[in-house]
């Protein structure tokens, strides 16, 4: 049941965004980092929903104003907040993303984590698609306040099989990811699990198809031989295909999920993965950082700016497409997620 009709999160939280603001999920809230017209400048606010653990904070492209926040809150469990003032009054989901009782009882039956929010097809106001842990996928036609399975993927008759059943859960959660909708049709989709791969639908969900046969690392040959190679934090530059940028780090045998050798760097490639540049000009010589799979966002300046958070709760921002970098706040609750908005002004 929804906490609140209205909720006001904090009275300061986002009155002041306008502009280029980095959207920060944490484990103790949503903080909001706001730009200077020359980015050379950020003010950090919030802390909204302060002590909620805030997997996904995310603008709707669509009115550039309407904020949708996936979290878990404390005792009460996961839910969706919305708010349709930039951020002043915050509405709990009347009904947040649950599964249908299933038939077979080794499907998932209880959401245990809203993981991830991706707003719908530019032509389909009021469209948003939830993914959860255990690996759930739903869809909102109103803005995000109710939220119905997608029964093409829930009670997909390979789920099991992809997923593995609920006696072999990874304890951290395993979730639906990286919900994409093609710009170009509203009904080609694509997402990834922690578990099974990639999935692609070319009939909004109805069927899905797994996609792993013949794909290759985004970073091609291991930089990294002597410790393995992570590439679990990417992001996409928003007008050049070729171009993208990937945090590496450290999967050897044991996954510490750590920069390499503790030296932390971006990698950029501008030909489509045949070749990346390491880029590491402004970090410090020696940090553990660990980047979470949503923690990494770009703009959509002439100069493109690349920024990213850290568990140990810094945002470190370029806005020179990853030539140098420079940490933009610290001292953060552990980051889970990190978006790029422009409000409407």
């Known amino acids: 049941m929804p906490q609140a009709e209205a909720y006001e999160a904090n009275r300061h939280t986002t009155r002041s965004l306008d502009g280029l603001t980095l959207l920060v999920g944490t484990k103790k809230g949503a903080f909001f980092l706001t730009a200077s017209a020359s980015r050379e400048r950020f003010q950090l606010s919030g802390p909204a929903f302060l002590g909620h653990i805030v997997h996904h904070a995310v603008l709707d492209?669509?009115?550039r104003r309407t904020l949708l926040l996936a979290i878990r809150t404390g005792h009460l469990g996961p839910t969706v907040f919305r708010s349709t003032d930039f951020g002043k009054t915050w509405q709990e989901a009347a009904k947040p993303p649950a599964f249908s009782k299933p038939k077979d009882a080794r499907r998932a039956t209880v959401v245990e984590q809203v993981f991830w929010l991706t707003p719908g097809h530019a032509d389909e106001?009021?469209?948003?698609?939830?993914?959860?842990?255990?690996e759930g996928l739903f869809r909102s036609e109103d803005g995000g306040n109710t939220w119905q399975p997608v029964a093409g993927w829930n009670d997909h008759p390979k789920w099991i099989a992809w997923t593995g059943d609920m006696t072999q859960r990874n304890p951290d959660g395993s979730p639906v990811h990286s919900i994409l909708v093609d710009p170009r049709d509203p009904r080609h989709m694509y997402f990834a699990t922690g578990s099974a791969g990639v999935f692609e639908s070319i009939d909004q969900g109805a069927d899905w198809n797994l996609l792993n046969t013949g794909m290759r690392s985004p970073a091609g040959p291991d930089p990294f031989p002597e410790y393995g190679y992570d590439p679990h934090c990417m992001t996409l530059h928003p007008r050049d295909p070729k171009t993208a940028w990937v945090f590496p780090m450290d999967g050897t045998d044991v996954w510490p999920r750590t920069c390499p050798a503790g030296?932390?760097?971006?990698?950029?490639?501008?030909?489509?993965?045949?070749?990346?540049?390491?880029l590491d000009r402004g970090f410090p010589e020696r940090a553990w950082y660990t980047v979470l799979r949503q923690s990494m966002a770009v703009d959509d300046s002439a100069t493109i700016g690349v920024y990213f958070g850290t568990t140990n709760g810094e945002i470190w921002g370029s806005i020179d497409a990853g030539d140098s970098w420079r940490c933009l706040a610290s001292h953060l609750p552990h980051v889970y997620s990190l978006e790029v908005a422009q409000f409407a002004r």
């Open 61 to 63: 492209p669509r009115d």
């Open 125 to 134: 106001a009021g469209v948003w698609y939830a993914g959860t842990s255990p």
């Open 263 to 278: 030296r932390p760097a971006i990698y950029r490639t501008r030909d489509g993965g045949d070749s990346w540049t390491r």
